[in-house]
T-cell receptor
Framework: QQPVQSPQAVILREGEDAVINCSSS?????VHWYRQKHGEAPVFLMI?????EQKGHEKISASFNEKKQQSSLYLTASQLSYSGTYFCGTEGLATSNFGNEKLTFGTGTRLTIIP | ETGVTQSPTHLIKTRGQQVTLRCSSQ?????VSWYQQALGQGPQFIFQYYREEENGRGNFPPRFSGLQFPNYSSELNVNALELDDSALYLC???????FGSGNTEAFFGQGTRLTVV
């Protein structure tokens, strides 16, 4: 039930755009996106809740297609600082009153930005 | 800086030993989750604690156990260490129970790199 991310790796020149996809086989409540640089903790980028809303954070935005259980992360005019591994974390619909389910992370997409 | 600190940053243990990893969450964060991240993989959920009680567990054996304390600190204990336990262990704290309630983000610590030899 681990979400599948694509591509696994991508190399861009500074200023180019990228799209990272995250696909789940189960009904989702939310999708979380994180970026992790080598040797560092994952850093939160954004949360998308079911309803298909799109969010933005500077030049990074994301969408969530509830019907397809897919989310895409869009990086425009990439900067060197965008390099790192991007993870989507998916949260399924709550199955009890005890609380929401765990966050299940994908295998990651390694993004390399070159000057 | 996420306000979440973990100790130690690196640790080497021998197979069969026991280990305790520590995490200090942001003040006021009632939820802490622990993850295991193998090299080149995404974090795998171990368990979550909410107000000192376990609030969900991933597919990990009982030799992985945890505690959460009233002062927003927590521990991950692993008994009978195996070579496959070598990984980066991350804790993440959040304000609310679970991740989805109230649009809650999780703040990760820098992790503890555990090597079992």
């Amino acid at each position: 039930q681990q979400p599948v991310q694509s591509p696994q790796a991508v190399i861009l020149r500074e200023g180019e755009d990228a799209v990272i996809n995250c696909s789940s086989s189960k009904a989702l409540y939310s999708v979380h996106w994180y970026r992790q640089k080598h040797g560092e903790a994952p850093v939160f980028l954004m949360i998308l809740l079911k309803g298909g809303e799109q969010k933005g954070h500077e030049k990074i935005s994301a969408s969530f297609n509830e019907k397809k259980q897919q989310s895409s992360l869009y990086l425009t005019a990439s900067q060197l600082s965008y390099s790192g591994t991007y993870f989507c974390g998916t949260e399924g619909l709550a199955t009890s009153n005890f609380g929401n389910e765990k966050l299940t992370f994908g295998t990651g997409t390694r993004l390399t930005i070159i000057p | 800086e996420t306000g979440v600190t973990q100790s130690p940053t690196h640790l080497i243990k021998t197979r069969g030993q026991q280990v305790t990893l520590r995490c200090s969450s942001q003040s006021g964060h009632n939820t802490v989750s622990w993850y295991q991240q193998a090299l080149g993989q995404g974090p795998q959920f171990i368990f979550q604690y909410y107000r000192e009680e376990e609030n969900g567990r991933g597919n990990f054996p009982p030799r992985f156990s945890g505690l959460q304390f009233p002062n927003y600190s927590s521990e991950l204990n692993v008994n009978a260490l195996e070579l496959d336990d070598s990984a980066l262990y991350l804790c993440a704290s959040s304000l609310d129970r679970g991740f989805g309630s109230g649009n809650t983000e999780a703040f990760f610590g820098q992790g503890t790199r555990l090597t079992v030899v």
